[in-house]
């Protein structure tokens, strides 16, 4: 079982003091953006023995004390976002569903992966906006589909995305309903729409029609738990990106496996195909 009080207490010292090793890494050697692509949760409940959360039997579980695999794993998840503020990367994506799911699972579990994300959003507001803080916060993905879904959800997303705009600090990036393909559609019809012309169109011209309209470099670091080794249809977002694989179960993993990737990845050589 997850040990939470021990978490927040950790997070009280400063994650320099608890990893010393990253007062070894120069400010221009982290990564500019951490992509993270939590992998585990209803595998982690079938070992646990426990019924998904957004089932009925799940629910009667947790009336009696116990979490979901999904519950688990976002509880790992708030603590890193809050512990890798602290460190010199301007942006933290978390790819939270991706558009080929809508296919995969079923509709409960999607309703209820969907509420978890509005509380999170909400949540992610009020710390985003701490004056220490001033972080801004950017949503990835189809707000029309999710607003088909789940409306307070596509209104949670647009009013932490109004709020924080004009906020400097690292930006918290949730991709909810998002697939490189899908993206990729979206610019071209973007495109057409414009009437721009094909032979005069430039790298930064795509990255502007894209649906976070340019405001997030790809990343350069992407850390998969479950020890899975595949992107999974990320798309651009993932070009040149360095990949480290957590060999546990999301809801199983600590900030230490994931300022282990950070660490992995400032002493590679990154030569960009040169």
């Given at each position: 079982?997850?040990?939470?009080?021990?978490?927040?207490?950790?997070?009280?010292?400063s994650?320099?003091?608890r990893?010393?090793e990253?007062k070894?890494?120069?400010e221009?050697?982290y990564?500019?953006?951490?992509?993270?692509i939590?992998?585990?949760?209803?595998?982690w409940?079938?070992?646990?023995?426990?019924?998904?959360?957004?089932?009925?039997?799940?629910?009667?579980?947790?009336?009696?004390?116990?979490?979901?695999?999904h519950?688990?794993?976002?509880?790992?998840?708030?603590?890193?976002?809050?512990?890798?503020?602290?460190l010199?990367?301007?942006?933290?994506?978390i790819?939270?569903?991706?558009?080929?799911?809508?296919?995969?699972?079923?509709?409960?579990?999607?309703?209820?992966?969907?509420?978890?994300?509005?509380?999170?959003?909400?949540?992610?507001?009020?710390?985003?906006?701490?004056?220490?803080?001033?972080g801004?916060?950017?949503?990835?993905?189809?707000?029309?589909?999710?607003?088909?879904?789940?409306?307070?959800?596509?209104?949670?997303l647009?009013?932490a995305?109004?709020?924080?705009?004009?906020?400097?600090?690292?930006?918290?990036?949730?991709?909810?309903?998002?697939?490189g393909?899908?993206?990729?559609?979206?610019?071209?019809?973007?495109?057409?729409?414009?009437?721009?012309?094909?032979?005069?169109?430039?790298?930064?011209?795509?990255?502007n029609l894209?649906?976070?309209?340019?405001?997030i470099?790809?990343?350069?670091?992407?850390?998969?738990?479950?020890?899975?080794?595949?992107?999974?249809?990320i798309?651009?977002?993932?070009d040149?990106?360095?990949?480290?694989?957590?060999?546990?179960?999301?809801p199983?993993?600590t900030i230490?496996?994931?300022?282990?990737?950070?660490?992995?990845?400032?002493?590679?050589?990154?030569r960009?195909?040169?």
């Amino acid at each position: 079982m997850l040990n939470i009080e021990n978490r927040t207490n950790q997070q009280n010292i400063s994650i320099y003091e608890r990893f010393p090793e990253l007062k070894e890494i120069a400010e221009d050697g982290y990564p500019k953006h951490v992509l993270i692509i939590p992998d585990g949760n209803r595998r982690w409940e079938k070992e646990q023995k426990k019924p998904g959360i957004f089932s009925a039997a799940g629910e009667i579980f947790k009336q009696a004390g116990e979490i979901s695999g999904h519950e688990a794993g976002y509880g790992v998840l708030k603590e890193v976002i809050r512990d890798l503020r602290q460190l010199p990367i301007e942006t933290v994506t978390i790819w939270g569903l991706s558009t080929d799911n809508y296919h995969k699972r079923s509709e409960t579990e999607i309703n209820g992966l969907f509420k978890i994300f509005e509380g999170a959003t909400n949540q992610a507001v009020d710390e985003l906006m701490a004056e220490n803080i001033k972080g801004r916060f950017i949503h990835i993905g189809d707000k029309e589909r999710i607003g088909e879904r789940r409306p307070s959800l596509k209104k949670a997303l647009e009013r932490a995305e109004e709020i924080t705009k004009e906020n400097k600090g690292q930006k918290l990036c949730f991709a909810i309903d998002y697939g490189g393909d899908d993206e990729t559609i979206k610019v071209v019809k973007k495109a057409l729409e414009l009437n721009l012309n094909p032979k005069t169109i430039t790298r930064n011209d795509i990255n502007n029609l894209r649906n976070e309209n340019g405001l997030i470099t790809p990343a350069d670091l992407i850390i998969r738990t479950s020890g899975e080794l595949r992107t999974s249809g990320i798309g651009w977002i993932a070009d040149n990106a360095e990949f480290y694989s957590i060999s546990k179960l999301l809801p199983e993993t600590t900030i230490e496996d994931f300022i282990n990737g950070i660490t992995e990845f400032a002493k590679r050589d990154r030569r960009g195909g040169k």
